[in-house]
């Protein structure tokens, strides 16, 4: 059983990444999938997720307009569609899964499966 996050980079301001989040063993469908990215020396945070049942989002304020999730069944992968990328969403980016859900929620403890990160650098 495995996550798989990748499609971190480096891109200037306002330019786009997809990251993409593979599962190996299960099937991703199942699972309320989260995004949380990570800067040095601050706390872990959520960014955005969808449940496993009824496909509800929640995403922070500051991704709003800018982040969207997406699921591919077919590909066993999750996607975080990132837009008009800032600065400050550098971070190094982690996809996290929890089995079932009809909401999702930006608290660590609540998923089971966590992938190992990819960074993203957004320059200026």
């Known amino acids: 059983v495995q996550l798989q996050a990748s499609g971190g980079g480096s891109v200037q301001a306002g330019g786009s990444l997809t990251l993409s989040c593979a599962a190996s063993g299960f099937t991703l469908e199942d699972y309320t999938i989260g995004w949380f990215r990570q800067v040095p020396g601050k706390e872990r945070e959520g960014v955005i997720c969808?449940?496993?049942?009824?496909?509800?989002?929640y995403h922070t304020d500051s991704v709003k307009g800018r982040f969207t999730i997406s699921r591919d069944n077919a590909k066993n992968t999750v996607y975080l569609q990132m837009n008009s990328l800032k600065p400050e969403d550098t971070a190094v980016y982690y996809c996290?899964?929890?089995?079932?859900?009809?909401?999702?929620?930006?608290?660590?403890?609540?998923?089971?499966?966590w992938g190992q990160g990819t960074l993203v650098t957004v320059s200026s």
């Open positions: 969808v449940s496993a049942i009824g496909g509800s989002t």
């Open positions: 996290a899964a929890r089995l079932y859900g009809r909401s999702c929620f930006f608290v660590r403890d609540y998923y089971t499966y």
